[in-house]
């Protein structure tokens, strides 16, 4: 990949709608190249999707939960039990695996505290292997970007 592969992903991290010529324009290549350019890096699995950023408090889901998990037991099988059952509730967004306190890093949305609550106790709680569940809730967004920085 190089500098220009990376200049079509960032316009396209922008803005995603962009016809092929006007991010040709963007880039400064002629269509045929940036289109082939950018099917290239479809073909790769460079770009993995087209997808629309969605206003989180309009769509009804205003509040944003970080949700730090430690598992009772650090084996292959408990992680893979917890990581497979994770995978399969809808309100967890993003789910990192973290070095230091906590073994897992949820970023939930939900429409309020009661939601918040049913989340915990009936879809973390039933899942095995938890020792603990820290929470956090965010008071406000900082800064949220989808375009990665250049390198």
Do not use: W
Not at 100 to 106: A, E, P, S, W
């Amino acid at each position: 990949m190089d500098r220009i592969d990376r200049h079509i992903l960032r316009e396209l991290q922008a803005h995603g709608r962009l016809t092929n010529n006007e991010l040709a324009e963007r880039v400064n290549l002629s269509p045929s190249p940036c289109l082939r350019r950018m099917r290239n890096l479809e073909k790769k699995g460079v770009i993995k999707g087209y997808t629309a950023q969605i206003d989180q408090k309009a769509y009804g889901l205003p509040i944003t939960v970080f949700v730090h998990i430690r598992l009772d037991e650090h084996s292959t099988a408990s992680s893979k039990k917890f990581e497979e059952a994770i995978k399969r509730v809808d309100e967890v967004l993003d789910c990192y695996l973290m070095t230091g306190n906590c073994d897992y890093l949820l970023r939930v949305l939900v429409k309020d505290l009661e939601a918040y609550e049913d989340f915990v106790r009936n879809r973390l709680h039933p899942i095995p292997g938890i020792a603990s569940i820290d929470t956090s809730f965010a008071f406000g967004v900082i800064k949220h970007s989808k375009i990665y920085p250049e390198i």
